[in-house]
């Protein structure tokens, strides 16, 4: 078998050097530092957004807007809440931010009802931009931005509203979209199965770009997982904080007149393919792509506007910001090329 250029150009010491403790000492410091996801959690009121994020952490993180008895007044949330957990497991700390938004929709007039949100998401990088172009900057700048934007879809079981599609299109711009058809246990498994589908060809019909996407530097493992995940998606997911012990093991459940629902259960719904993806599979690279894709555009745009406004000041000689920025303009216009902004 011929040799690549890259093992035709490898070098093997004769003897153990030790650089090859390089990633449990790259291990090492990560683990001192944490880890940190920010989720947004967007879809119109009463689809169970809170329980959701509840069900998937295994802890009670957001209080539930849902009604336990008939009698008990109807809540809701009505501005843009935050929540900060430190989660451990196994001697990893994780910092989640789970950002709750009020449901679209619900108003008579829904004229712009997106822009709360992705002014939100928008403000994120901003504030991460401000810091990282700062003269003494921080060591470790406290990342904010949104990595991850779950969508709620109403389970109907005919198509996506109009609206839905509107606010789609504005958050796929700005942040990574993973839709969920909400409250999964409302539909047959074959009605489910043919709603999956027609959101799946909307999507494309619309040109909504959904989370994961396609990249040449991905290996043949990684393009198996992102396939894997777009013949599920959207994950039809149920959510509950009660539990039955089955089969001696204590797991989420919902109770019905006709039957116990086991949300763990894959035959029931997607939710364990949901949590394995963002959670065991994709979350290094949902960070990576809101670094590399959604914050370089945003970025991007901002220099070249700041440019453009020098210019017109009659300060076109000038250089913005440093250097570096200049040399940045370029790039990160050939980057808005490559993701297609």
């Known amino acids: 078998m011929a040799m690549t250029m890259q093992q035709q150009n490898a070098v093997f010491p004769k003897s153990h050097v030790g650089f090859d403790s390089i990633t449990q000492q790259i291990e090492k410091k990560l683990l001192k530092r944490g880890f940190q996801l920010n989720i947004v959690c967007v879809g119109q009121t009463g689809l169970g957004k809170s329980t959701l994020i509840n069900t998937l952490f295994a802890s009670h993180l957001m209080d539930s807007k849902g009604r336990f008895r008939p009698d008990e007044p109807i809540r809701s949330t009505t501005e843009i809440q935050t929540v900060s957990h430190i989660v451990e497991e196994n001697g990893v700390r994780l910092r989640l931010n789970i950002v709750d938004t009020p449901g679209y929709g619900d108003l008579v007039n829904n004229d712009r ?26 060591r470790y700048i406290q990342d ?27 958050l796929s711009d700005v942040v990574n979209v993973v839709p969920v058809i909400a409250k999964a246990d409302s539909l047959t498994p074959e009605e489910r199965r043919a709603f999956k589908e027609r959101i799946r060809e909307e999507f494309q019909f619309h040109n909504l770009r959904m989370y994961p996407y396609d990249n040449e530097d991905l290996d043949d493992e990684e393009r198996a997982t992102n396939s894997t995940i777009k013949e599920l998606a959207p994950f039809a997911v149920i959510g509950s904080e009660r539990s039955s012990v089955i089969n001696g093991r ?5 109770q019905h007149r006709w039957g116990t629902i086991n949300v763990e259960d894959e035959t029931h719904s997607d939710f364990i393919y949901l949590r ?23 970025r991007a745009k901002q220099l070249l506007a700041l440019k453009e406004s020098s210019a017109a000041s009659g300060m076109a000689g000038s250089r913005p910001i440093s250097p570096a920025a200049d040399r940045e303009l370029s790039r990160g216009s050939q980057r808005m090329t490559m993701n297609g902004y």
């Open 276 to 298: 394995n993806f963002l959670l065991r599979t994709n979350l290094q690279d949902l960070i990576e792509t809101t670094s590399q894709i959604h914050y370089e555009t945003f």
């Open 144 to 170: 904010t931005r949104i990595h991850c934007c779950l969508f709620f879809i109403q389970p109907s079981g005919h198509s996506l509203k109009p609206i839905d599609i509107v606010v789609l299109k504005k």
């Open 250 to 254: 204590q797991v989420p459940t919902r």
């Open 113 to 138: 009802c997106w822009d709360p949100v992705i002014k939100y998401i928008k403000d994120q990088h901003s504030a991460y931009l401000r810091k990282e172009l700062t003269a003494q900057r921080e």
